[in-house]
């Protein structure tokens, strides 16, 4: 859509994931992943060493600065979310982009975009502007380590941090639906919206947003991975935490991509903020194929999920 950097330590999911990724630690200079090449004959020089090179530099101030991973994250996520709202802006009056949401009768309205946008203002000032802020006086520049990771490193690091990271949001996300305390308290504000849209993807509590930005710094850190295989994952989780949420469905969604239906998507989010009993994982679907929580939307499901939402209160769009 992370407590040991509030303390200490994106999502969202985000960008609070930024909050916790100043941590000066030896996996930032010494590579376990990085150096695998799975015996493929692969060169010990990294394709993107050259770019890697150039960034340290001519930017070296910058990425050893605890404020790069915020800055990072949060201009992705409001990056992500403008492009989507203006799409959503321009979609009653655009038939064959209207076409592509998931609910062409249900347009996002100025009321649903200032109401998410001021949770998001305020979970940013609230929470993780101070944080950052905090790096920023008390922690020392990171160190970065001379070499780039492997480009097999690079994307085994993401996929290794994507499915530690489905695992843990995935009992994360079924306890606080299964436990009514937990649900009530942190998780409910989330499913006030029963179609989501972008904005919608941090319009949480400061408890999800910190839990999910803490297992997006953790993670790169038990795989030992090189910070631009960190900073990597999490601007890929904010990419695909917000097209979960856009509410449209097009031909290059990448549930489209990859086969066999082992991602999860926007349909299959859409799905649980309707079924919020369905469908937990964040990217992939076999945690809820095993746990029998996988719902696969189609149009008859749909007209009896609608019938079955009758006359309940519905905030979103």
Not at 10 to 21: I, M, N, Q, R, Y
Not at 111 to 135: C, R
Not at 161 to 188: E, G, I, K, N, S
Request: a negative charge; aromatic letters at 16%.
């Amino acid at each position: 859509m992370n407590p040991l950097r509030l303390l200490d330590f994106s999502w969202d999911t985000v960008s609070a994931g930024s909050l916790f990724s100043g941590v000066s630690l030896p996996w930032m200079s010494h590579l376990t992943v990085a150096n695998l090449t799975l015996g493929l004959g692969l060169p010990e020089q990294s394709v993107l060493q050259p770019a890697w090179d150039y960034l340290l530099q001519h930017h070296q101030a910058e990425l050893r600065s605890p404020l790069f991973p915020v800055v990072i994250s949060v201009s992705t996520y409001l990056l992500l979310v403008t492009l989507y709202t203006l799409l959503d802006l321009l979609a009653p009056s655009w038939p064959a982009l209207n076409s592509y949401k998931l609910h062409p009768d249900r347009p996002v309205t100025w009321d649903n975009i200032w109401t998410t946008l001021y949770l998001t203002a305020y979970n940013h000032l609230v929470y993780i502007f101070p944080a950052a802020v905090g790096q920023w006086l008390w922690r020392p520049p990171i160190p970065l380590p001379r070499d780039a990771p492997t480009l097999m490193s690079f994307l085994l690091g993401i996929l290794g941090c994507m499915v530690v990271f489905d695992f843990q949001f995935y009992l994360w996300h079924l306890l606080h639906h299964r436990v009514p305390w937990l649900y009530r308290t942190f998780h409910a504000m989330h499913h006030q919206y029963l179609q989501p849209f972008s904005l919608v993807t941090q319009y949480v509590s400061a408890w999800e947003l910190i839990s999910s930005g803490f297992w997006t710094t953790v993670d790169p850190l038990l795989l030992q991975c090189h910070c631009l295989t960190a900073w990597g994952f999490m601007v890929f989780t904010i990419c695909v935490s917000t097209e979960d949420h856009c509410g449209y469905d097009f031909p290059w969604s990448l549930h489209r991509l990859v086969p066999f239906g082992l991602w999860g998507g926007p349909p299959k989010h859409d799905a649980h903020h309707r079924m919020p009993g369905t469908n937990f994982a964040p990217f992939f679907s076999h945690w809820d194929w095993l746990g029998g929580t996988n719902m696969v939307p189609t149009p008859s499901k749909d007209k009896y999920v609608e019938e079955g939402l009758k006359g309940r209160k519905d905030k979103g769009a």
